[in-house]
């Protein structure tokens, strides 16, 4: 951590904002931007003290974070404490768990696409071109997104590269 717990409890509080906003939990943004600004792993008895909250919540959400695979478990030699930290490429992997999520979009338009084709009845038609567009939308979106996190990784390990 920092010697500017100021900054530290203003990245913690934004994370947890932009977190509610997109609607997760607020605590979940807090988990992260800890584990974020945190170097050293940290055991949930330390982010639980760190964030001034039960432990309970505080392990069920790095559950989830870790299915989400955006925080990994760590071991630490001779503690049988459980040990977190940001995966390396967290902003990455938060980029591909966004994008699959709206995939499902594009799903649930060609799931309907064959039973709305052409049935001469216009409100059915309508929705025919309205589920055509999104599976559209969504096509070319997968495509942008694919793309993006290929440049994204490849800027990455461009930047690990020592400069000569």
């Known amino acids: 951590m920092t010697d500017n717990p100021q900054i530290e409890n203003e990245i913690i509080n934004d994370f947890a904002q932009a977190y509610a906003a997109l609607g997760h939990s607020s605590l979940m943004g807090k988990i992260v931007a800890l584990l974020i600004i945190s170097k050293d792993p940290l055991s949930l008895d330390q982010i639980s003290e760190r964030l001034e909250m039960s432990k309970g919540p505080v392990s069920q959400i790095a559950r989830r974070l870790k299915e989400h695979k955006l925080i990994e478990k760590v071991w630490i030699p001779g503690d049988r404490k459980?040990?977190?930290?940001?995966?390396?490429?967290?902003?990455?992997?938060?980029?591909?768990?966004?994008?699959?999520?709206?995939?499902?979009?594009?799903?649930?338009?060609?799931?309907?696409?064959?039973?709305?084709?052409?049935?001469?009845?216009?409100?059915?038609?309508?929705?025919?071109?309205?589920?055509l567009e999104m599976q559209r939308f969504y096509t070319m979106m997968g495509t942008f997104n694919h793309d993006f996190i290929a440049q994204w990784r490849e800027k990455r390990l461009q930047e690990k590269e020592p400069v000569e």
Not at 95 to 118: G, P
């Open 82 to 131: 459980d040990y977190y930290r940001a995966v390396d490429d967290i902003f990455g992997q938060a980029f591909l768990n966004y994008s699959r999520s709206m995939m499902q979009n594009r799903q649930i338009a060609e799931k309907y696409l064959d039973a709305t084709r052409s049935s001469g009845d216009p409100a059915m038609d309508y929705l025919h071109e309205r589920m």
